[in-house]
């Protein structure tokens, strides 16, 4: 069934107005008005729906249902991860999510070909967001990872997480993925642009307590380093085993 995000509260029985991307998206797919789709809002729970009123401006649903269906992993990751060009950001943060990210903290490093600021941030930032929100509709989530706001490299030093496993991919004082203790079931995991970290970042980064990871003598893309990772991560301590 299609699946779709709205940000307001479900609850079975009633009947809601869908927002006008929804509708659009609805008359794209030609759904019937016989058809269930499948609503979400992020609070876990998922809302099975049949339209009432299915037309080009406006549709409204019935919730027919609450629906309590786990698909997030045991594993908190949060991808700290330095900005990199426009087709290869979207692209990781989409697939992040498939995978099951937790949190997405995106950041400026000095190598990072991509500059932004001010409005131009929070208009990225945004599209982000909804980047994730198409990502979980497609994926079956129904809890939505938070895309924080931009920050620089040492601003997301600070505002780090202190009880959970930091990881840094990078080949300095690498050790494998699978040689890691994990402290609890959450992991802060930072990746490079495609121009990798400074030697001044990665020691900002280990005297923070981070921990070097590879994965194996090739060197790889920011957006594979960051998607193999999360897999294998996922592999090890998280749904995919």
Do not use: H
């Given at each position: 069934m299609p699946r779709f995000y709205v940000d307001f509260a479900l609850s079975p029985d009633s009947v809601v107005e869908l927002p006008d991307n929804v509708v659009r998206h609805l008359n794209v797919l030609r759904v019937k008005n016989t058809e269930e789709i499948v609503l979400f809002n992020g609070n876990g729970k998922s809302y099975p729906a049949l339209p009432e009123v299915l037309e080009k401006r406006r549709a409204s649903v019935r919730i027919l249902r609450e629906e309590s269906t786990n698909n997030e992993s045991p594993l908190n990751i949060t991808l700290v991860q330095a900005v990199s060009a426009a087709e290869r950001m979207d692209f990781t943060l989409q697939k992040s999510v498939e995978l099951?990210?937790?949190?997405?903290?995106?950041?400026?490093?000095?190598?990072?070909?991509?500059?932004?600021?001010?409005?131009?941030?929070?208009?990225?930032?945004?599209?982000?967001?909804?980047?994730?929100?198409?990502?979980?509709?497609?994926?079956?989530?129904?809890?939505?990872?938070?895309?924080?706001?931009?920050?620089?490299?040492?601003?997301?030093?600070?505002?780090?997480?202190?009880?959970?496993?930091?990881?840094?991919?990078?080949?300095?004082?690498?050790?494998?993925?699978?040689?890691?203790?994990?402290?609890?079931?959450?992991?802060?995991?930072?990746?490079?642009?495609?121009?990798?970290?400074?030697?001044?970042?990665?020691?900002?980064?280990?005297?923070?307590?981070?921990?070097?990871?590879?994965?194996?003598?090739?060197?790889?893309?920011?957006?594979?380093?960051?998607?193999?990772?999360?897999?294998?991560?996922?592999?090890?301590?998280?749904?995919?085993?």
């Open positions: 099951g990210v937790t949190e997405i903290r995106p950041v400026i490093s000095e190598r990072c070909v991509v500059r932004l600021s001010g409005e131009r941030a929070e208009k990225r930032v945004a599209r982000w967001q909804e980047i994730v929100v198409s990502a979980c509709e497609q994926s079956g989530r129904n809890i939505v990872p938070k895309v924080l706001p931009l920050t620089t490299y040492a601003q997301a030093l600070q505002q780090l997480p202190q009880e959970t496993t930091k990881l840094l991919m990078s080949l300095n004082r690498a050790q494998k993925l699978s040689d890691v203790r994990l402290q609890s079931g959450k992991v802060v995991f930072m990746v490079g642009p495609e121009g990798g970290w400074t030697e001044k970042e990665e020691q900002q980064a280990f005297d923070a307590g981070f921990q070097s990871v590879t994965l194996g003598k090739r060197v790889l893309r920011t957006e594979t380093a960051s998607l193999a990772a999360i897999a294998a991560m996922q592999t090890l301590w998280g749904d995919f085993a």
